[in-house]
């Protein structure tokens, strides 16, 4: 059974760092891998997805890397602001009749101006 | 704005009640599905909906029934309410196959005194 676990469950960081968000999956026969954010309140919002043939993707300040043969994702976030504070959730997507999504269970994210 | 439209989102119920969360998308989504989200648990499968006029079971069905009334609209029942079934539920719809992730509601959060 395919388990997600994150790592670690909150992380507080000033302002302008550099930060890596950790994702473990236990069974590499994945379809792809999602990171989403979730603010307070709020449902989920997809920021990356990663094929199972693809390495690494990027989008702005972000860069999600993928490495099937490790059970490994990080999620990387360059000059934090206090507007990535927000949960966020890897979730990695099984081949069956339907979209099998499985989620992790987050890292809460503070960024202090 | 385009997206997944849940209502209510809150609402307080008595052990044994029965109420309906309701559910609708305007993306052309073929499939649909119900998620229920614990602390520290992640986002859980409950039911899902791979077209209009099917359902087939999640992870956690027992205690809940859904219905597809056609492509827009998919509910959730809880029959008799319980407190373990106090959660934030969240509703989602994708076209599987095409590569994309799953478009999330805001939430309804449920508490079941």
């Known amino acids: 059974k395919q388990e997600v676990t994150q790592i670690p469950a909150a992380l507080s960081v000033p302002e302008g760092e550099n930060l890596v968000l950790n994702c473990s999956f236990t069974d590499s026969a994945i379809y792809n891998l999602q990171w989403f954010r979730q603010d307070p309140g709020k449902g989920l919002t997809s920021l990356l997805l990663i094929q199972s043939s693809q390495r690494e993707q990027t989008s702005g300040r972000l860069n999600a890397s993928l490495d099937k043969s490790s059970g490994r994702s990080t999620l990387y976030i360059a000059a934090s602001q206090p507007g990535d504070s927000a949960t966020y959730l890897c979730?990695?997507?099984?081949?069956?009749?339907?979209?099998?999504?499985?989620f992790g269970p987050g890292t809460s994210l503070s960024v202090i101006p | 704005n385009a997206g997944v439209t849940q209502t209510p989102k809150f609402q307080v119920l008595k052990t044994g009640q029965s109420m309906t969360l309701q559910c609708a998308q305007d993306m052309n989504h073929n499939s649909m599905y119900w998620y229920r989200q614990d602390p520290g648990m992640g986002l859980r499968l409950i039911y899902y909906?791979?077209?209009?006029?099917?359902?087939d079971k999640g992870e956690v069905p027992n205690g809940y029934n859904v219905s597809r009334l056609n492509k827009r609209e998919f509910s959730l029942r809880l029959e008799s309410a319980a407190p373990s079934q106090t959660s934030v539920y969240f509703c989602a719809s994708n076209t599987p196959g095409q590569i994309q992730p799953q478009h999330f509601g805001d939430g309804t959060r449920l508490s079941i005194l």
């Open positions: 909906s791979a077209s209009e006029g099917t359902t």
């Open positions: 979730a990695v997507m099984e081949v069956t009749s339907y979209d099998k999504v499985i």
